[in-house]
């Protein structure tokens, strides 16, 4: 695999050349990876290269369009429109122009790396979408062994068509690294390569489901609205309290208000403590504590209605 790296972002006195491009072609453009691999063949050196694959007498290879919905159901049988596989000539022929308009392309993005130019650029768009419409084709000829490879595979917990396109993805990664020159089929090298995807996405799903052994249902979700306004009118509750206690305007006596912010830990936030804890502090009986709190809080709560309840 042979690469060359290009950068589109330079200064602006090298890109100076991108105001004469078109929206639409400049949209393109930028599209154009950094990196470009390509297969190489020993063709491509060759000085009539171009016109054996691009020109005007290049063999026309025509490849019907392929039509799948995932969400129907397995069993359905999909009709084609004209042969959908090519024959051995004619997929090498499709692999060798995919790889040379790669092979050219890789060779102008190196050169524009080192000096932007408007020529180069219009021609670096010329060979992307023939590379591009190579693969589109090599992609239509070759989707029937992902539907094929898929209707073999069963994989407990796994849609359908998440099977398919996790073997769509295969597919294009296989075909960017087929090498013709081997001479095998395509098919041979991508129902591999699709089987693996298969393979991977099953212990993939199997690791999930030892995490995740149930999925999210919303509809049986229950609703904590109830439970976060009790929290909040709570947290509201605590805070007029605490405004009270600490402006004194339940008017309460040293006791009653040390008893309450102790009782409560309304003032720290801490442990709260208990009556004899109380007691102790004050130097008063349990039941005495419990008097004055009760007193206390009803101090407190007549406090509240005054200021916060009446309109």
Known sequence: MITATHALACPRSRTDFLAHLT??????????PPVMDYVPHRSFSSPDAEQDFF?????????????HFPEVAEEVRHTRDGRMTLGAHKEAALFLRYN???????????????????????QMLTWYARAMDARAA???????????????????????????????????????????????????????????SF?????????????FPAEFDPDMERSDYDVKKH?????????????????????????????????FAIASRGKRRTLAEVGRMVGLTNERVRQIQNLALSKIRAALDEEYLVA
């Open 100 to 122: 040379y308009a790669r092979y050219r392309l890789s060779g102008l993005i190196d050169a524009q790396r080192r000096r932007g130019a408007l020529a180069r650029a219009r």
């Open 23 to 32: 929206d639409e072609e400049l949209s393109t453009y930028q599209q154009i």
């Open 231 to 263: 929290q909040m009118q709570r947290e509201d509750s605590v805070d007029a309290v605490r405004e009270i206690l600490v402006k004194n305007r339940a008017r309460l006596s040293g006791v009653e208000r040390t008893i309450i912010l102790e009782r």
């Open 55 to 67: 020109g005007p007498e290049a063999e026309k290879i025509e490849v019907p369009p392929w039509t």
């Open 138 to 196: 090599l992609v239509r000829a070759n989707m029937a062994l992902v539907l094929a490879m898929a209707r073999r595979t069963r994989i407990p917990n796994v849609e359908f068509g998440e099977l398919i396109s996790e073997g769509n993805m295969a597919l294009l990664r296989s075909i960017e690294k087929f090498d013709v020159s081997r001479g095998f089929k395509f098919s041979t090298y991508g129902c591999r390569a699709v089987l693996k």
């Open 199 to 211: 393979n991977r996405l099953a212990t993939k799903t199997g690791r999930y489901r030892q995490r």
